[in-house]
């Protein structure tokens, strides 16, 4: 990448961060302003990246839900497997 786009980059990653941590989403248009106002190519990359990184950690979120929800699936699978072996075996 790019000094704009790293910089850009660099920045998201450190918004999002604080964004998560104190629920301040008001700084991301204060940020977005700034940088407009002072370099439209720097502005263009960091809600580039904004998006993509959000997008990102949306998407992890819902892969990691749906495997949470697999590996309860299989394993009270096996569970219920188990028992019923164990109910059918001879003493």
């Keep these: 990448m790019g000094v704009a786009e790293d910089l850009?980059?660099?920045?998201?990653?450190?918004?999002?961060k604080?964004?998560?941590?104190?629920?301040?989403?008001?700084?991301?248009?204060?940020?977005?302003?700034?940088l407009g106002?002072?370099?439209?190519s720097a502005e263009e990359a960091f809600l580039t990246s904004m998006r993509v990184r959000r997008a990102n950690n949306a998407a992890r979120a819902l892969l990691l839900e749906?495997?949470?929800?697999?590996?309860?699936?299989?394993a009270a699978e096996d569970a219920e497997g188990a028992?019923?072996?164990?109910?059918?075996?001879?003493?």
């Design 66 to 74: 749906r495997v949470k929800a697999f590996k309860a699936k299989k």
């Design 37 to 40: 106002a002072t370099s439209q």
């Design 18 to 34: 604080y964004i998560d941590a104190s629920g301040d989403n008001k700084i991301e248009m204060e940020i977005t302003n700034i």
């Design 8 to 16: 850009a980059d660099e920045l998201a990653v450190q918004l999002i």
């Design 83 to 91: 028992s019923t072996d164990s109910e059918t075996q001879p003493s």
